[in-house]
């Protein structure tokens, strides 16, 4: 009975899926993003996983290496806000450009590294590439028909999900085969090629959707940061805190995971890209239906839900001691992930991303989303650079410990202040 239960909830939610994917490709903007981003990520993702153990490959201790991921929160900070800025004024198209400009440069300073000290530049480089954030958000918010935010970003995660499925097995493989440097500097020249193709691709069939009004609303001209933030929306500050509590919930233990896993619990890099592969197609199955379902019960359900599971998945890390037991716990973790409300990545789960474009007027979305970032990325960084100190001097499982525990702080603030879920009135420009 249980597994016809989850049979027909995996078709239905597989057929659910496609019905999204195709409604939400008709749109020319969308479907020109999920086509770069799924070819990004192919690469990206064969390599990402096992970031780590390559850069302490070139010499970097843990405590080191999470000093080094400290200047990629700090680079965040710098670029966010800026990005979201000039997405307001450049507008989208322009921004999806330049950020994929930067991009292809940290592959190849990646791919010429001999040593640890060469590694900062790259991780700035990649960080600048974060100044198109604001821009890809915002232009999926307004591409898309307002009662269906939660199910479209869920749709264009759904898609860009489909590569890990497919990266984190082969991947493992590569490393296995060719050892952790020489593999990834062979997936690094795949990733320098696709990450060219994106940019041309973005320059040449994306369609803007926002035009800045000239001139500028004197009202809002020149205003700093710091008045910015007091005229910030109730909501958009409860998201903000919470978005900066979990952000340094995730970067404390997420460059550890991999190290954690090999190191730790013994695995090789081929079963842990295995267990990736297969919590990939968990999160990817659930994503699309349960963005449809946040946009019918309400998204704040959902992101409960979703951080609740994730939060129990990562306590979980600290209790595995074999294959088997790490891969329930990264099923678990895949399943909120794929229920989209969860922070892993500086923007959060299609669910999050999408209550923030709810909440956000269009003509300040970019910068909203640019701002929650940097404040997210100021709180969070020395969360790389603590979780290598706490594995190197403590116990590998503490900066799991720290993790689950503030990420509950952080669910607990949303349930109990968080109020509304839409703007009043919300306007929005759709790109056909």
Not at 379 to 388: E, F, I, K, N, R
Request: positive net charge; contains cysteine.
């Amino acid at each position: 009975m249980i597994r016809r239960i989850i049979a027909d909830f995996t078709v239905s939610s597989i057929l659910s899926s496609f019905g999204m994917i195709k409604e939400i490709s008709k749109n020319k903007n969308i479907l020109v993003l999920m086509t770069t981003q799924t070819l990004f990520m192919f690469t990206a993702f064969l390599w990402w996983p096992f970031r780590s153990l390559f850069i302490k490959e070139l010499g970097a201790t843990n405590e080191l290496l999470g000093s080094l991921l400290m200047i990629e929160t700090v680079a965040s900070i710098i670029f966010q806000y800026p990005g979201g800025i000039l997405t307001d004024r450049w507008g989208r198209r322009k921004m999806l450009v330049i950020s994929g400009l930067l991009r292809v440069v940290s592959p190849i300073i990646y791919y010429f590294s001999t040593h640890w000290s060469h590694i900062p530049l790259a991780i700035l480089l990649a960080s600048a590439g974060m100044l198109g954030l604001p821009a890809n958000n915002a232009l999926i918010a307004e591409s898309l028909p307002p009662e269906k935010t939660g199910a479209g970003f869920a749709a264009y995660r759904t898609v860009t999900s489909i590569s890990p499925i497919i990266t984190s097995l082969l991947g493992g493989i590569i490393m296995d085969h060719y050892g952790i440097l020489q593999g990834c500097r062979y997936v690094l020249l795949a990733s320098i090629a696709t990450s060219l193709f994106s940019v041309a691709m973005r320059w040449r069939y994306i369609t803007e959707t926002f035009t800045p009004t000239a001139p500028q609303n004197p009202k809002t001209k020149g205003k700093s940061i710091t008045q910015r933030l007091r005229e910030m929306p109730r909501e958009i500050w409860i998201l903000t805190a919470v978005g900066a509590i979990s952000m340094f919930a995730m970067r404390v233990m997420m460059s550890f995971m991999v190290i954690y896993g090999v190191e730790v619990v013994g695995l090789s890099t081929t079963q842990w890209g295995l267990i990736g592969t297969i919590v990939s197609v968990f999160a990817t199955v659930i994503t699309t239906p349960m963005g449809a379902l946040a946009d019918r019960i309400g998204k704040k359900r959902i992101i409960i839900a979703s951080r609740t599971v994730t939060s129990l998945s990562i306590l979980g890390f600290t209790f595995t001691n074999n294959f088997n037991e790490m891969f329930i716990v990264r099923s678990i973790g895949s399943i909120g992930n794929g229920m989209g409300g969860a922070m892993w990545g500086p923007m959060g789960g299609p669910v999050w991303q999408a209550l923030i474009a709810d909440l956000s007027p269009p003509e300040e979305r970019g910068r909203i989303m640019g701002l929650m970032g940097t404040i997210g990325s100021l709180v969070s960084t020395p969360a790389s650079w603590l979780g290598g100190f706490l594995t190197d001097n403590v116990s590998p499982n503490v900066p799991f410990q720290v993790s689950f525990i503030l990420d509950t702080i952080g669910t607990v603030i949303f349930i109990l202040l968080l109020k509304t879920e839409k703007l009043p009135v919300k306007e929005t420009i759709t790109a056909e």
